[in-house]
């Protein structure tokens, strides 16, 4: 690990006005990702700047009946909510099957929006990454590529993102909260949140130099079934090869998001509008364009049927 300077900003304005300062440094709430980086030399900021102290840990119901999530609730508290677990379970159930309860007891909201791929090569240095090392190639096209992305892939990455709590804060509709160097606030939905890799993918999400991320936002509930389904090849502690974030009313219609399958949380409108018609019809829509290796062409089957699979479990009650 490389040596790095480090201070404990007092207020959000105060971090995102340091964190402009220094090019290249990172706020550090949790570490459950950012640490790990730093020891395999991924990431070597000059500056980090902790903002465990800002109070942004606190979850509070919104004039319009949603409710807003503080950038430092650490997940396990955020999946234990009462106010979640009844209005927003898909999300509790996203928070519980990702990684340890040590590591949910220490992740951040804001920090698991934030976390980087899993793809094997970006963390192996001897290996060309684009996302790693701009312009130096991607080893996993035409490597090893089981675990990568089929949808929004380029011919510059196919790594996937590794957030379940994404994929449920895509379905619901979520709004990111943020600071600006200069004090100035704004509003990113979250389906521009995350970036599709292009020729750029080492950018990976909308925020600017110094902008903090304060809270999240979501809406008012929208009822139905609730459900998160995860396929990983052990049965915890590992990522997801696919996952299904799904709102299933009672005449069929809702909503439905992909995880394990691209660089972002996948929602497509037109896979909402069929799935009244069947899960068949949804995951024509939702993997349309998809481009497979050899290699991951299995996740395109397994797609298909854990979407069948949460369809029949929502039909159930």
Not at 84 to 101: F, T
Not at 242 to 248: I, L, N, R, T
Not at 263 to 284: C, F, I, M, T, Y
Request: charged fraction near 20%.
């Amino acid at each position: 690990m490389k040596a790095f300077t480090y201070q404990r900003a007092q207020s959000p304005a105060e971090a995102a006005a340091a964190a402009a300062r220094t090019p290249g440094a990172r706020f550090i709430a949790g570490g459950t990702n950012l640490l790990d980086l730093m020891k395999l030399q991924i990431e070597t900021p000059p500056h980090l700047i902790d903002v465990n102290g800002l109070g942004l840990d606190q979850i509070e119901a919104t004039p319009g009946g949603g409710l807003r999530i503080g950038a430092l609730v650490r997940n396990t508290d955020l999946a234990a909510d009462p106010r979640v677990r009844r209005d927003y379970a898909v999300l509790s159930r996203a928070l519980l099957a990702g990684a340890s309860a040590q590591l949910r007891n220490k992740a951040t909201t804001a920090g698991n929006l934030l976390q980087r791929t899993r793809c094997p090569y970006f963390y192996d240095t001897n290996q060309p990454c684009n996302k790693r090392v701009p312009g130096s190639g991607c080893s996993a096209i035409g490597g090893y590529s089981r675990n990568h992305a089929i949808l929004g892939a380029s011919t510059a990455c196919i790594a996937t993102h590794p957030s379940d709590m994404a994929v449920a804060m895509a379905l619901l509709d979520a709004t990111v909260e943020t600071i600006k160097p200069d004090g100035a606030t704004r509003t990113i939905p979250i389906a521009d949140f995350h970036r599709l890799p292009g020729n750029t993918p080492h950018i990976e999400h909308a925020l600017a130099q110094g902008e903090l991320i304060t809270g999240v936002t979501l809406p008012k509930p929208i009822g139905g079934a609730h459900i998160y389904r995860k396929v990983r090849d052990r049965s915890s502690y590992a990522f997801a090869l696919v996952s299904v974030a799904a709102v299933v009313m009672p005449d069929g219609s809702g909503r439905v998001a992909l995880g394990g399958v691209a660089h972002k949380p996948w929602r497509v409108p037109a896979a909402d509008a069929s799935l009244a018609q069947g899960p068949q019809a949804a995951a024509e829509r939702l993997l349309a364009g998809a481009q497979p290796s050899k290699e991951s062409a299995y996740k395109i089957t397994l797609v298909q049927r854990t979407l069948a699979a949460v369809m029949a479990d929502a039909r159930k009650g």
